[in-house]
């Protein structure tokens, strides 16, 4: 859909950009991009996520930009992703070689390897500190804690669904080599396959799905879950070393945030467990559990929103969805006057009342 502007606009737009700027200069104080992305992780990390781009400092720069707003984040960052190259293809990671900061079980109160608890704001009494610690004070913390802390080997951390697998509750799939879908270069096509759903609801709008989810959860659909497991850690990439295939080189490392969540269903008579998997980028613990009910919820069939594939695919799109609302603003004065005409000729109609 494209517009043109309106005669003798471009001055008005101009105009209205310069206070734009002005808007967002009204104190000296400077707000430095490291500081976004140090002290706002969770803020940049749901930019990245909904961008689908892994970038903390551009996220920060972007959230700098829009003055805080998200989808204007999350726009700004997806159009820099647009204009990058592929060089390559990483090989497939594995959350089990995660190098776990958090990894927790609601199913099962003692797991091989133990639970982490990790930095959460699960366990606080969310009570305002009116006086903040100062950058300095929170430096000289995280130092003690950097000396404080044991060096832990790194260890491969079962999977907890690997437990129930084997005593044959949960269905085991064989991996296939089927290359995944990749949405930000092929049209969505529905029934969409289960790695375009994925990929689809990793870049969805978090408030959404967590909505949509949440509609399930209270019987809106037929998915109530428990996490089985919930990590977060930090995972290496690998691509194919150029001159031996067989080879692989580590490119660097992501933080991820990773769900799999048990949901008992029916199978002839019987009853099992069904796993739902959610996986976002950086930490992102609800927007990844509510992937893993709608990635379980989208496997039943129903009336319920959580279950129509197609609603909820094409409606969580943070840029998508927000582009279309805002849309909304720009000038729409042939097709109203097309609404009013047709109003008027109604009301002029015999027998309708005035």
């Known amino acids: 859909m ?16 310069r206070l734009l700027h002005c808007m967002r200069g009204s104190t000296f104080k400077e707000l430095e991009v490291e500081a976004i992305e140090k002290k706002l992780g969770l803020l940049v990390d749901r930019v990245m996520s909904e961008s689908g781009l892994y970038a903390p400092a551009y996220a920060a720069l972007a959230l700098k930009q829009a003055e805080g707003s998200i989808e204007e984040a999350v726009f700004l960052l ?4 647009s204009t990058l190259s592929r060089n390559y293809y990483t ?5 089990t070689e995660m190098r ?24 606080t009494h969310r009570l305002i500190e009116f006086k903040q610690p100062s950058a300095v004070e929170l430096c000289a913390r995280r130092q003690c804690c950097l000396k404080e802390a044991k060096p832990v080997p790194v ?37 969409a396959d289960r790695s375009a759903r994925l990929q689809t609801l ?57 769900v799999e ?40 069939e129903g009336p319920a929103p959580a279950q129509d594939e197609e609603f909820v695919l094409l409606h969580g799109d943070s840029l998508e969805m927000n582009g279309f609302i805002s849309h909304l603003k720009l000038p729409h004065y042939v097709t109203f006057q097309s609404k009013l005409d047709s109003v008027r000729k109604t009301r002029k109609e015999p027998g309708h009342e005035s």
Do not use: W
């Open 100 to 123: 776990a900061v958090r990894r927790i079980s609601a199913a099962f109160k003692d797991i091989q390897g133990g639970q982490i608890l990790g930095a959460t704001y699960d366990y």
């Open 261 to 300: 969540g048990f949901i008992p269903e029916d199978d002839d008579k019987k009853l099992k467990l069904a796993v739902g998997y959610g996986a976002v980028l950086g930490r992102n613990e609800n927007k990844a559990i509510s992937m893993a009910v709608l990635d379980a919820s989208l496997e039943t």
């Open 155 to 191: 260890v491969k951390l079962p999977r907890v669904s690997e437990y129930l697998k084997a005593e044959g509750l949960i269905d085991s799939c064989e991996i296939d080599d089927m290359e995944p879908v990749d949405v930000t270069k092929n049209v969505l096509e529905f029934p």
């Open 91 to 95: 090989l497939p990671a594995s959350g």
């Open 78 to 81: 997806r159009a820099y992703r």
């Open 2 to 17: 494209a517009y043109v502007a309106v005669s003798g606009g471009q001055e008005a737009i101009e105009e209205s950009i």
């Open 202 to 258: 990793t870049r969805a709008d978090g408030g959404f799905i967590g909505g949509l989810a949440y509609s399930s959860i209270r019987g809106y659909g037929a998915v109530h879950p428990t996490v089985g497991e919930l990590r977060c850690g930090y995972v290496e990439l690998e691509v194919p070393y150029l001159f031996d295939e067989t080879e692989s080189i580590c490119i660097g490392e992501i933080l991820l945030t990773e």
